[in-house]
């Protein structure tokens, strides 16, 4: 009997990819996942800016799919050292795409709501991008790329949920309101919250149907920063006092933000079987966990 061929996760040491690993394991979905610098037991390790590397990495798997979740994730580190940020999140992004095509190997990537200019979101698929960042001109670059090689860029935004680093929005205002601090969050930045699981679980689904285009995967409910903060403190019963709100501006942030953002999910929900899940339950969810892994650790 023929083994199937696993599916590779690049970046499945950080959020969205570990999401992935978790789904494909619960549907019995053969997979390999990559980290480059935070080691993670089972993960194997990959730069994607070396192109050989890659090339030799994905022959030796030869994956039905690659899901690239890896990039340079800050919108400041992007803007600080764009030559460095583009090494990965661009020509990374090139080796990849000519490595799963040289494999025959369907190709799915993760772009962001940061491709627009923020002036008159949720945006859909049909709008023309126009970013305003560094970080946003990377990710339309790599668009490009893909799109070109016939593969699945999927748009998110605001992803959050358990990660071993911790980064994403929801576990850095656990960590300071839990440690009684203040947390500061603007009031003018829109976005459509995406609980991570759930993205995974609607990636895999569109990945098996060997889904081509632009995809919007996105929590079906738009928010304000400091809306989501306030709800998401209310879910793991912590202060929501200790959570300010402030305009962007005085954040002093080194890359601009697109602020009326977001993006419609309508056309990806239209293709799923899989429903996508709004903020409260995503963060009704994650609690939910939360208090079941400290229940098996206690």
């Known amino acids: 009997m023929t083994r199937p061929q696993p599916q590779l996760v690049v970046g499945a040491s950080g959020l969205v990819g ?19 610098r935070h080691a993670q037991p089972g993960l194997l390790q990959l730069d994607i800016r070396n192109a050989a590397s ?19 994730g800050s919108a400041d580190l992007c803007e600080v050292d764009t030559a460095a940020a583009a090494a990965v999140n661009v020509e990374g992004v090139q080796n990849v795409t000519t490595a799963a095509a040289g494999v025959g190997a ?13 002036t008159a979101g949720p945006y859909s698929e049909d709008e023309p991008v126009a970013p305003i960042c560094r970080y946003g001109e990377l990710k339309v670059e790599a668009e490009q790329i893909v799109l070109a090689a016939g593969g699945l860029v999927v748009r998110t935004t605001v992803v959050y949920g358990w990660e071993e680093q911790g ?7 656990l960590r300071t ?19 991570a699981p759930n993205l995974a679980e609607v990636t895999l689904e569109l990945a098996g149907r060997a889904e081509r285009g632009v995809l919007h995967v996105v929590g079906p409910h738009r928010i304000d920063r400091y809306g989501f903060a306030c709800a998401a403190a209310r879910a793991f019963g912590l202060d929501e006092s200790l959570v300010l709100p402030v305009e962007t501006r005085m954040l002093e942030q080194i890359a601009p ?14 293709l799923l079987q899989t429903r996508l899940v709004g903020y409260r339950e995503g963060l009704a969810l ?5 208090a079941a892994v400290s229940e098996l650790a206690a």
């Open 286 to 290: 994650m609690a939910a966990q939360g």
């Open 257 to 270: 933000r697109p602020l009326a953002a977001g993006m419609r999910p309508d056309r990806a929900q239209a």
């Open 54 to 72: 890659v090339d030799r990495f994905v022959r030796s798997v030869r994956p039905s799919v690659v899901h690239l979740a890896a990039a340079v």
């Open 106 to 118: 369907h190709l799915v990537f993760f772009s962001s709501d940061y491709v627009f200019d923020g």
């Open 18 to 36: 570990g999401a992935l690993i978790e789904a494909a394991g619960r549907r019995g979905i053969p997979a390999v996942g990559t980290y480059h």
């Open 177 to 195: 309101l839990a440690a009684g601090a203040t947390l500061d969050a603007p009031i003018d930045q829109l976005g459509s919250p995406t609980y």
């Open 167 to 173: 980064k994403n929005f929801v576990c850095r205002l």
